[in-house]
């Protein structure tokens, strides 16, 4: 189970800890040996520190599975999309992308790992 622990106010620790973190576990650090990951972690950090409102953020929007709102104010779930409008995305696009290719790698295997570990590459040379 993903971990969702309510009540943190810095998104850099909860990114490391309950998202990134919560993924690397999950699939023994990407098969990285631990100086990498390490590196990962503090690239990551430096990268996220953009210190983003608080807001639900569905990274999965469909047809089938999003709500509607009268007004866009009233929203309260953003769109990835929208999401990505936020300055600087375009540097943290695959920070928070490798944490779907590493859930991936959990629930279907396959080839998700050697992506992730191009990603962590990408990363530390961003």
Request: aromatic share 12%.
């Amino acid at each position: 189970f993903q971990p969702n622990t309510p009540g943190m106010d810095d998104w850099v620790e909860f990114w490391l800890e309950y998202r990134l973190g919560h993924m690397l576990r999950l699939t023994g650090n990407a098969r990285c040996k631990q100086t990498k990951i390490d590196d990962l972690i503090s690239k990551t950090s430096e990268l996220l520190s953009h210190n983003p409102k608080p807001s639900l953020l569905h990274g999965d929007l469909w047809g089938g599975n999003k709500g509607f709102c009268k007004k866009e104010e009233d929203q309260k779930v953003v769109p990835y999309s929208q999401f990505c409008k936020f300055q600087g995305h375009k540097k943290r696009r695959t920070v928070y992308n490798l944490y779907h290719i590493l859930n991936h790698q959990v629930l279907f295997g396959g080839s998700y790992m050697r992506q992730a570990q191009s990603m962590i590459d990408s990363i530390l040379r961003s």
